[in-house]
């Protein structure tokens, strides 16, 4: 264990493990997770050391050799009797497990929740054994987040009593579905369903894409990869184009919808247009976890690297600084922490949202289900923006070693955390639907409704009445004040623009133009709701009964950062209507910088606590026991460049240009 390291743990003033139990949801789930841990990982197949060295073709065939050997392992070990988290906390040890991911999430997912009983009894059963393997086609070369203008179409024919497939444009062209290109047998493509002669809009059909004996693509499938990405090659993002395929008229999900055999359409649910939509919510709930993970991940790596890492003098008369000491790294790295732990909190209490709206939806009950789309699409956005930039943040802070891949910064941020910020949904896109939920729901408010959604109740309350009650700098730390200055924000931006899309539209402006209008001052509130939503969750948690007398004061120093590193960092927000003054935000500022200190003792127990193991991680920077510099000239050694001491290139190039061979042409 490096010296540094041993000394930050033994300085830590809580029980990490009584924090990490709390994370996982108790003792028995981390004590099952880290039994399964041991199991998996003495599995030599499941070895991720080489993993930064593959090329795209190898990284594809490790990562179905390890997906494919991992049903068989969660079978011997039970692992599908565990708690979902603790499932959760099995599956990530196997990275990567994208090349599947799909088929267990939305197509699986989409199947069980539109199809009819006769569906179920025909696709699960081929889908649970894995005798097919799906992907999810939505988004198409032109129409990605806009759902409604989407090209492809599935023309119902009474003579065949099949469904016709087709991309009549180029831009029809499905883009980007994951598992696509090589993976998936089958797709669940969503298209326009035509029947005699009238568009219904968007609906589900199931298409088989390759054939079960040889996987060769059917005929009229234009199938491919969609070529290098920027990262994240190894999800076999594909492109898919379809000439006429025909499929029979039981491969659309009509649990919601029907055509009969001559052609007739049958909406069996007035708002199954919005039961088709909710499907889509899980993943994004989902992102908001593997978010939070993502920047905890991060988080993990850059504090424990600063810990070690030992840069410049301030005294001569003492050694080099660990550079998580210098103010201007705690600056960067220990709001990141306070967020990782506040995302963390929030990504349970959206989980919790999702799962009681769709008993709703299952009895019927649709009324709450705007509710969850506004809340998932605002915090897919919200906390995968505030990710990706967190993450390269924590790169930039382990300076050049960080932009190794050996430091596994890169592969987080290019992996997970930027594409989080595209796919299910353009950021912008999610943050204008929230922002479309909340101007409604000032409507209501406007015209006398009730407004019953707990998320937007806020909106009534007395928070724009009066200016912020702090007289000083410990106020900040009060939980009510904090949480009153945030939806004080939030009410008054989003009011604000509200009244200003009525005003337009009063003034004759179409509700179009109005909308784009006021489009940035749309998302600025929609961005100061999520971040009140947030921080209410993470004050929730703080509420918690069972922390101990040692672990309550460092959460609540957590939350208060979180907090008040928010006011100081959008202090426009809170200065622009008088809520603040200068002074308060000086004082938030000092109250920050008081907040520092407390955390810094603790910084490292508080990664600690996430609960990542080495193999996890794949980082050098962020080993456990910090023996950073031995493994960062091992992991070098690896390198397939260093088999030859002398490249094949030199012979043809730079033996010449050293022996002058060039010097006439120069």
């Known amino acids: 264990m490096n010296e540094d390291l041993k000394r930050e743990r033994k300085n830590v003033r809580f029980d990490i493990k009584e924090l990490s139990c709390i994370l996982y949801g108790g003792a028995e789930n981390r004590r099952e997770a880290k039994r399964l841990e041991r199991a998996i990982l003495s599995d030599p197949v499941y070895d991720n050391s080489n993993q930064y060295f593959l090329s795209i073709e190898e990284a594809y065939e490790n990562s179905l050799k390890k997906e494919t050997h991992f049903l068989k392992t969660k079978k011997d070990l039970g692992v599908?009797?565990?708690?979902?988290?603790v499932q959760q906390l099995c599956g990530r040890l196997v990275t990567p497990l994208h090349l599947t991911g799909l088929h267990r999430s939305m197509f699986t997912t989409i199947i069980e929740v539109q199809s009819t009983p006769e569906q179920l009894e025909k696709w699960m059963p081929l889908i649970k054994k894995y005798r097919i393997v799906g992907t999810y086609a939505q988004t198409e070369m032109g129409h990605g987040t806009n759902v409604r203008g989407l090209e492809t179409t599935a023309t119902y024919s009474p003579e065949t009593e099949t469904f016709i497939i087709h991309s009549p444009t180029l831009t029809a062209t499905k883009w980007w579905p994951g598992s696509l290109a090589h993976t998936s047998t089958h797709a669940i493509v969503m298209a326009r369903l035509i029947t005699q002669g009238q568009d219904h809009g968007i609906h589900a059909f199931i298409v088989q894409i390759r054939s079960l004996e040889d996987h060769k693509v059917l005929p009229g499938i234009k199938l491919g990869h969609i070529g290098p990405k920027?990262?994240?090659?190894?999800?076999?993002?594909?492109?898919?184009?379809?000439?006429?395929?025909?499929?029979?008229?039981?491969?659309?999900?009509?649990?919601?919808?029907?055509?009969?055999?001559?052609?007739?359409?049958?909406?069996?649910?007035?708002?199954?247009?919005?039961?088709?939509?909710?499907?889509?919510?899980?993943?994004?709930?989902?992102?908001?976890?593997?978010?939070?993970?993502?920047?905890?991940?991060?988080?993990?790596?850059?504090?424990?690297?600063?810990?070690?890492?030992?840069?410049?003098?301030?005294?001569?008369?003492?050694?080099?600084?660990?550079?998580?000491?210098?103010?201007?790294?705690?600056?960067?790295?220990?709001?990141?922490?306070?967020?990782?732990?506040?995302?963390?909190f929030t990504s349970i209490e959206t989980a919790k949202l999702y799962f009681q709206v769709q008993m709703e939806i299952q009895e019927g009950n649709l009324s709450n289900a705007q509710e969850l789309h506004a809340t998932s699409a605002g915090m897919k956005a919200f906390t995968t923006q505030v990710a990706a930039a967190g993450v390269e943040a924590c790169r930039f802070r382990c300076g050049g070693h960080g932009f190794s891949m050996s430091s596994g910064l890169p592969s987080i941020y290019g992996d997970h955390a930027a594409p989080a910020c595209t796919y299910e949904g353009d950021n912008i896109v999610m943050m204008l639907q929230t922002a479309r939920y909340l101007v409604k729901c000032c409507s209501m408010i406007a015209s006398g409704q009730p407004l019953s959604t707990p998320t937007a109740a806020y909106l009534t309350s007395a928070v724009l009445d009066t200016a912020c009650i702090a007289t000083s700098s410990q106020d900040f730390r009060n939980p009510d004040i904090l949480l009153r200055a945030y939806k004080h924000r939030a009410a008054r931006l989003v009011l604000a623009v509200s009244r200003k899309v009525k005003s337009s539209t009063s003034n004759g402006i179409s509700a179009g133009d109005a909308w784009n209008n006021c489009s940035v001052e749309l998302v600025r509130a929609a961005q100061a709701h999520c971040h009140q939503f947030v921080v209410e969750q993470f004050s929730n948690a703080m509420k918690n009964e069972n922390f101990s007398a040692t672990l309550r004061p460092v959460m609540e120093a957590l939350f208060s950062l979180y907090c008040v590193h928010g006011i100081v960092e959008n202090a426009r927000d809170f200065l622009e209507d008088g809520y603040m003054t200068g002074t308060h935000v000086s004082m938030a500022n000092d109250v920050m910088m008081e907040l520092f200190n407390e955390i810094r003792p603790n910084a490292v127990g508080l990664v600690d606590a996430f609960y990542y193991s080495d193999h996890l991680l794949n980082s050098v920077l962020g080993r456990y026991d910090g023996n950073?510099?031995?493994?960062?000239?091992?992991?070098?050694?690896?390198?397939?460049?260093?088999?030859?001491?002398?490249?094949?290139?030199?012979?043809?190039?730079?033996?010449?240009?050293?022996?002058?061979?060039?010097?006439s042409k120069l």
């Open 80 to 85: 599908h009797n565990q708690p979902t988290i």
């Open 230 to 344: 920027m990262a994240y090659d190894i999800i076999d993002n594909g492109f898919m184009n379809f000439n006429k395929v025909h499929i029979p008229r039981e491969n659309m999900l009509m649990k919601y919808s029907q055509v009969s055999r001559d052609g007739y359409y049958t909406r069996l649910k007035r708002d199954s247009s919005k039961l088709t939509y909710i499907s889509m919510v899980m993943t994004r709930v989902y992102i908001v976890f593997a978010t939070a993970e993502s920047l905890s991940k991060a988080c993990t790596i850059a504090i424990r690297y600063s810990a070690v890492r030992r840069q410049s003098k301030l005294d001569e008369s003492k050694p080099e600084l660990q550079v998580l000491d210098y103010k201007t790294q705690q600056y960067v790295l220990l709001p990141l922490l306070a967020t990782s732990y506040a995302f963390w």
């Open 628 to 663: 950073v510099y031995e493994h960062l000239m091992k992991w070098a050694e690896k390198s397939p460049l260093n088999k030859n001491e002398v490249m094949p290139a030199y012979e043809k190039y730079l033996r010449p240009l050293l022996k002058g061979e060039f010097a």
